[in-house]
């Protein structure tokens, strides 16, 4: 018999159908689905030799915290991975580029000007530039920024994964 404990509703031939008033089971037990217009009962859980139904559901519930803990903390860092790997991914972008379009104003200034003091100021704001940074003991590069950006890209993208097979699965 099936865990459903379905009343006979006529010829009992085919195992894969149940029916429970007016409820039918399909090949998938778990699975129900309502013919009439009937209000839908909902199965009693199995009850197996030397398991109380409490201990069961405690069981089952304990692991469905699990489960809505662990969707929960991939969505978080989901959204927090697509917040933060554009921001990256610019930033390092343009502190990588910075330094190449400085150059190129600078061999325009020099040519179109003859002015001592725009080169000096303009040389000194290609050398201030810095090429890394320090920030509480990190050292940041543009290309480390740009790695990173790419990285939380890969982490949204697993989260995202992650997420989806969990919601599936609660």
Request: charged residues 10%; glycine residues 10%.
């Amino acid at each position: 018999m099936d865990q459903f404990s379905p009343r006979p509703t006529g010829s009992q031939n085919d195992s894969s159908r149940t029916s429970l008033s007016g409820l039918q089971a399909g090949p998938r037990a778990g699975r129900l689905t309502q013919s009439s217009g009937d209000t839908p009962s909902f199965p009693r859980l199995p009850q197996q030799s030397g398991q109380s139904s409490v201990g069961s559901l405690l069981l089952s519930g304990t692991g469905a915290i699990l489960w809505a803990i662990f969707h929960f903390s991939f969505c978080f860092l989901l959204q927090v991975c697509e917040l933060f790997a554009p921001l990256l991914l610019i930033i390092g972008f343009g502190w990588a580029c910075l330094p190449s379009l400085i150059g190129v104003v600078s061999k325009n200034v020099s040519t179109v000007s003859n002015d001592p003091q725009t080169k000096d100021l303009v040389s000194h704001i290609t050398q201030s530039l810095p090429t890394k940074l320090e920030v509480m003991g990190h050292i940041l590069t543009p290309h480390g920024l740009i790695l990173d950006g790419f990285l939380l890209m890969a982490g949204a993208a697993f989260c995202a994964t992650a997420a989806t097979w969990l919601g599936r699965r609660l």
